[in-house]
T-cell receptor, first 117, second 113 residues
């Protein structure tokens, strides 16, 4: 399965600022996924990022707030813009396994723990 | 819409006990089911992946079973250890054309010495 390097692992940010989270995958993957996990909650999908096209956002998430880049098949970034304390969460990137998403399950990055003060 | 429920929400046991964590899903038309472990503030580590055609998978002290017809999976942890303390999540990927997994809310496990 793929190995994902995600950074930063954690950050404390001032409200109104932006933070960019990076994920690097050790193999080429078609789709990358970005999730948010609010305290005590399960994972919520923010968007799906395909290389060479605009990301597809889930209901309740917009590009202006969470711009995503996908410049190649091994890298993606998620920016959390104009942050407020409500954005304090763990942010995770994920990829499906090679050889077909349905066959190899999902792999996750190590997570970014964001605290907005 | 697929819904995934995990019971119990929290569990605290002494070291050495055998444990069963439960996951149920409403739509039995699935590709696979995956169990993850999450340590506090960290990402998800895949434990076991069960394809829809399989009934169980084993890795070390972990055994996961799948009963598609009843919409259930169990994760069995043998001889629990304090290092097993974490949140355990199950995720189901449907076969209705969606490649997005649906997650349960997890079972928070504490194994005390």
């Amino acid at each position: 399965s793929a190995v994902i390097s995600q950074k930063p692992s954690r950050d404390i940010c001032q409200r109104g600022t932006s933070l960019t989270i990076q994920c690097q995958v050790d193999s080429q993957v078609t789709m990358m996924f970005w999730y948010r996990q609010q305290p005590g909650q399960s994972l919520t999908l923010i968007a799906t990022a395909n290389q060479g096209s605009e990301a597809t956002y889930e209901s309740g998430f917009v590009i202006d707030k969470f711009p995503i880049s996908r410049p190649n098949l091994t890298f993606s970034t998620l920016t959390v813009s104009n942050m407020s304390p409500e954005d304090s969460s763990i942010y995770l990137c994920s990829v499906g396994g090679t050889g077909g998403l349905s066959n190899y399950g999902y792999t996750f990055g190590s997570g970014t723990r964001l605290t907005v003060v | 819409k697929q819904e995934v429920t995990q019971i119990p929400a929290a569990l605290s046991v002494p070291e050495g006990e055998n444990l069963v964590l439960n996951c149920s899903f409403t739509d039995s038309a699935i590709y696979n089911l995956q169990w993850f472990r999450q340590d506090p503030g960290k990402g998800l580590t895949s434990l076991l992946l069960i394809q829809s055609s399989q009934r169980e998978q084993t890795s070390g002290r972990l055994n996961a079973s799948l009963d598609k017809s009843s919409g259930r999976s169990t994760l069995y942890i043998a001889a629990s250890q304090p290092g097993d303390s974490a949140t355990y999540l199950c995720a189901v990927m449907g076969s209705g054309g969606s490649y997005i997994p649906t997650f349960g809310r997890g079972t928070s496990l504490i194994v005390h010495p």
